[in-house]
């Protein structure tokens, strides 16, 4: 399926967006997703939250520093 990642159009064999991350070894623990409008905190259940085709991915990391 295609998801727009990062305002890109990618190709995804992922059915969540828990495994959408891991495809692209991105932490979800360490990061803030917004998917479709919804915006996930680090550590959300990112498991239980399916993927539409379509459907606009931004990823925002937490880094940390001063």
């Known amino acids: 399926m ?3 990642f990062q305002n890109s159009e990618v190709e ?6 828990a495994a959408f991350l891991s495809e692209r070894q ?3 623990a360490r990061a ?3 998917y479709a409008g919804e915006v996930y905190p680090p550590g959300a ?3 239980a939250v399916e993927l ?3 459907a606009p991915i ?5 880094m940390a520093g001063g």
């Open 2 to 4: 295609k998801v727009i």
């Open 12 to 17: 995804t064999a992922a059915s969540t967006l």
């Open 26 to 28: 991105i932490d979800g």
């Open 32 to 34: 803030i997703v917004e």
């Open 45 to 47: 259940d990112l498991a």
């Open 52 to 54: 539409r085709p379509g």
């Open 58 to 62: 931004e990823v925002f990391k937490i």
